[in-house]
C-alpha cells in the first residue's frame, strides 16, 4: 500500500528507510520510484494542449474580470513566439531576460523560449524598480548576456533600461508587441533535451552579487514527477490557484506555475502582494476566484489573515473550495497556524490540511514534501520519491545534503561556486540544519533546525539556534512583529532588530499616527512588545533563549543589500553586517528598549 487518504485526499503513504553510516552520516530515503518524467517542459505544454486543450489555464485580471487563456491557446501562443524568438537570433547561448512581473505576457515569453530551446532568465522587478544603483540587474545581464529583454509595459523600467542599455543591451519587446506575434501550430525544430537549460534563476545568496542558478528541463520535469508521487491528488484534482509568489523565484516559478502545466490546472495570476499597499488587491482577486490550493510566505499569511478575520464573504470564497494551505520559505510561527484553523473553523467550511516543503532553488526546488497531519509548523516531511537526503554531522547538528535527478548541474559562469556546492559524493550542501523528528521512526519526518551559518555561540559556551529562537518569538510578539533579526554573537545576551508590523502597531498610539519613525519611538508601541517578550522571556529563560533588549526599526529591509529576499525571508546574516552600528549600539544599551529580568537561568 503506497497511498494513504487524509482530508478525503489521497497521498503517498508516510514512509522512509534510514541509512546509518560508519562517519556518523545518515541517508534518509523513500521506498518508492516517482517514475519517469517528460524529456522537456515543451513535451508537456504540448500534452497538455492535446488532453486539455479548452480548459482554461492561465488568468489575468483585466477590469472587473478575468482575461482567460486555455492550453490550446497558450501552445499555439507560445509557438509563435518561439519562432520569433529565433528569428531575433536567440538560442541555448543568448538568452530571453525578463525584466516585469507575473503576467500573462511573461508566461508566454517563457513558454515561448521553452520551445525555443532558449533559457530564460527572469529577474527580480525589485532590482530595476527598487534599487538605486541597478548593480544587481546589470552584474546578471552581464554574466548571461541577453540577445532579448521583455518587459510588459517599459515606462516604469526607463532608468534600469537606460543602465542596461549603457552596457549595451539595448534589444527589448514590450507586451504589444509579444501579444501582436501571430500564433501557430508548427513549433520550431530545435534540438532541446532533458539536459538543456531551460532557466538560470538568480538567488541572493548570503552577501555579495546574486548567483545563477543553472535549471535544466530534466531538473523542473523529474520535480513534478516527484511532487505528483507523493501528492497524488493533484492529478485527480487539477490545482486551481490564486497565486502572487514571484515567477523569478523558484516557490512561485517553478513550483506553482509548474504545478498548473503539469497537472491541468488553472492559474490565477494574483498582481497583489503582501504589503500595505498591494494586499487589497489579493483580497480582491480572491473575491472573485476560489482556489483548491492556496500557497503562500508567512509574510503573506499575516497580510491577509486580518481580512479573513472580519469578512466573512472573503472566508466564504477563500476557504469554499480550499483542500489544503500550503506555507514555505521560512517556518510558519504557531500563532499564524493557529489563527488559520480559526478563520477556517468560522468559515464553516471543512478545515484544510496544512502542508509544507523544504528545497532551494538549487533543488527545482522541491527536496522534502509534508504528507501526512502534522500538528505544527517544524516538520518538513520526508524525501520526495527519488531525491536522497544526507544528514551530515556539523558541531552539534546535522547539516542536510540533497542528491537526485532534481539538483543542479552548476552555477552559470561560477565554477568556482559549483565546486564549493557540493560534497564528494555528489550531494548538494544545503547549510541547513535538520534532525529526525523521532530517531527510532525515520518515517516520522524531518524537523527543520535552522541554518548552520546563522547560529551562534554565547560567552556562556551556549549555542543560539537563531531559526526557532526567530520563529519563537515573532510568535510571542503576535502581531505587532512583522519579523525579526537575532544578535548576540560574541556577547553574553541576545538582542533583537525588530521590524514591527506598522498596521498593528498603529492601533497602540494614536498620537504617533502612521509614521513609521514615530510608532517606533513610541514609549506605549515599545513597552507592548517589551511585555510581550517578558512573557517569552519567563516561559524561556535559559541563555540561549532569553531576550535581553530589543529595537524596533524603521526602515525596511534593503533588496540592495540582501537583507530579503523575494519570498519574503529575513537574510540575517547580511541585515547584522549592513547594520552592524545598530547592533553594537544596542549591545552598549545606547539605544533600544531593555526586558525586564525575571530570573535568567544558564
Known amino acids: 500500500m503506497t497511498q494513504t487518504i487524509h482530508n478525503g485526499l489521497p497521498f503517498l503513504a508516510q514512509q522512509a528507510?534510514?541509512?546509518k553510516r560508519a562517519d556518523g552520516s545518515m541517508i534518509l530515503r523513500s521506498p518508492i520510484e516517482p517514475g519517469a518524467w517528460p524529456e522537456t517542459l515543451g513535451t508537456v505544454l504540448n500534452d497538455q494542449a492535446r488532453i486539455n486543450g479548452d480548459r482554461i489555464f492561465l488568468a489575468g485580471r483585466d477590469g472587473d474580470g478575468w482575461q482567460r487563456l486555455g492550453f490550446a491557446e497558450a501552445r499555439t501562443r507560445a509557438a509563435g513566439i518561439a519562432h520569433h524568438l529565433l528569428a531575433a537570433g536567440l538560442g541555448p547561448d543568448c538568452p530571453l531576460m525578463i525584466l516585469s512581473g507575473n503576467s500573462i505576457g511573461h508566461a508566454l515569453a517563457t513558454l515561448g523560449a521553452v520551445l525555443a530551446g532558449v533559457p530564460v532568465v527572469p529577474v527580480s522587478p525589485a532590482y530595476?524598480?527598487?534599487?538605486?544603483?541597478?548593480?544587481?540587474?546589470?552584474h546578471i545581464a552581464g554574466l548571461t548576456r541577453p540577445g532579448l529583454i521583455y518587459l510588459d509595459d517599459p515606462a516604469p523600467f526607463g532608468a534600469a533600461l537606460?543602465?542596461?542599455?549603457a552596457d549595451g543591451f539595448a534589444s527589448t519587446m514590450d507586451g504589444a508587441a509579444l501579444h501582436a506575434i501571430a500564433p501557430t501550430d508548427t513549433t520550431p525544430e530545435v534540438a532541446v533535451t532533458s539536459d538543456s537549460v531551460a532557466k538560470i534563476l538568480f538567488t541572493s545568496g548570503s552577501t555579495g552579487m546574486p548567483k545563477g542558478v543553472i535549471n535544466t528541463h530534466r531538473m523542473l520535469c523529474a520535480n513534478q514527477v516527484m511532487l505528483a508521487a507523493t501528492w497524488p491528488f493533484v492529478r485527480e484534482m487539477p490545482p486551481v490557484l490564486v497565486d502572487w509568489l514571484p515567477w523569478n523565484h523558484t516557490f512561485g516559478g517553478n513550483f506553482c506555475f509548474n504545478l498548473a502545466l503539469f497537472n491541468g490546472g488553472t492559474f490565477h495570476i494574483d498582481d497583489g502582494k503582501p504589503a500595505p499597499p498591494l494586499i487589497g488587491r489579493t483580497v480582491e482577486n480572491l473575491r472573485l476566484a476560489s482556489p483548491n490550493l492556496y500557497f503562500n510566505v508567512p509574510a503573506g499569511f499575516a497580510a491577509l489573515l486580518p481580512h479573513l478575520e472580519r469578512d466573512a464573504d472573503l472566508r466564504d470564497s477563500f476557504f469554499g473550495d480550499l483542500k489544503a494551505i500550503f506555507y514555505a520559505a521560512a517556518a510558519l510561527p504557531q500563532d499564524l497556524w493557529d489563527r488559520l484553523e480559526r478563520v477556517s473553523d468560522q468559515s464553516g467550511h471543512p478545515r484544510p490540511m496544512m502542508l509544507s516543503a523544504w528545497g532551494s532553488t538549487e533543488t527545482s526546488p522541491l527536496a522534502t514534501m509534508v504528507h501526512f497531519p502534522i500538528p505544527r509548523?517544524?516538520?518538513?516531511?520526508?524525501?520526495?520519491?527519488?531525491?536522497?537526503?544526507?544528514?551530515q554531522p556539523s558541531g552539534a547538528k546535522y547539516e542536510l545534503r540533497v542528491r537526485g535527478p532534481n539538483i543542479t548541474p552548476g552555477y552559470h559562469a561560477r565554477p568556482d561556486l559549483t565546486e564549493a556546492a557540493f560534497d564528494d559524493e555528489g550531494f548538494y550542501c544545503m547549510?541547513?540544519?535538520?534532525?529526525?523528528?523521532d530517531p527510532e521512526a525515520p518515517s516520522a519526518g524531518v524537523l527543520f533546525d535552522g541554518r548552520v551559518a546563522e547560529d551562534f555561540k554565547l560567552t556562556t559556551g551556549t549555542w543560539v539556534s537563531v531559526g526557532a529562537l526567530r520563529v519563537g518569538v515573532v510568535g510571542a510578539c503576535s502581531p505587532l512583529a512583522q519579523d525579526v533579526v537575532v544578535t548576540g554573537h560574541d556577547g553574553d545576551r541576545i538582542g533583537l532588530l525588530i521590524w514591527p508590523a506598522i498596521v498593528a502597531i498603529a492601533a497602540l498610539d494614536a498620537d504617533a499616527g502612521d509614521d513609521p519613525e514615530a510608532l517606533c519611538a513610541s514609549e506605549k508601541v515599545n513597552a507592548a512588545i517589551a511585555d510581550r517578550l517578558a512573557a517569552w522571556n519567563r516561559a524561556n529563560p535559559a541563555s540561549s533563549?532569553?531576550?535581553?533588549?530589543f529595537v524596533l526599526m524603521a526602515e525596511p529591509p534593503s533588496i540592495d543589500a540582501n537583507e530579503i529576499t523575494d519570498k519574503g525571508y529575513v537574510n540575517q546574516r547580511a541585515t547584522l553586517e549592513r547594520r552592524s552600528d545598530l547592533v553594537a549600539a544596542l549591545h552598549e544599551g545606547a539605544i533600544g528598549t531593555g526586558v525586564p529580568d525575571e530570573g535568567a537561568t544558564q
Open 377 to 391: 509548523a517544524g516538520n518538513i516531511g520526508l524525501p520526495v520519491p527519488g531525491c536522497e537526503l544526507k544528514f
Open 162 to 165: 537606460a543602465a542596461l542599455k
Open 431 to 437: 547549510g541547513d540544519a535538520g534532525k529526525l523528528a
Open 17 to 19: 528507510t534510514l541509512e
Open 545 to 549: 533563549t532569553r531576550i535581553d533588549r
Open 128 to 138: 530595476s524598480l527598487m534599487s538605486t544603483d541597478h548593480a544587481k540587474l546589470r
